[in-house]
């Protein structure tokens, strides 16, 4: 795993930032926890890629919250353009 931020996908709507970090705490420093509001995921950042490893292996395909969770490295976003020109923003 090359970065220390990772996507974590499949949440159930009411899952928190809190709830996160603490899932994931014990397995190394959580720098930052981002839900994405009613979107049933977020992005996690931890404190250096082999903790972000772990936590992956860890976690990826687990049950929380009565849903499985989808766990791999985060992808920068797509560059957007806008419908009336070729213009990225």
Sequence with gaps: MQGSKLY???LKYSVTNEQLEELFK?????KNVNIIPNKGFGFVEMG????AEKVKEEFDGKEFEGRTLRI???RPPKPRF?????RQY
Excluded: R, T
């Excluded at 014990?26 to 959580?30: I, K, L, S």
């Design 48 to 51: 250096s890629a082999g903790e």
């Design 8 to 10: 974590v996908g499949n």
């Design 26 to 30: 014990d397995h190394g420093e959580v």
């Design 82 to 86: 806008s419908k009336d020109s070729d």
């Design 72 to 74: 791999d490295e985060a």
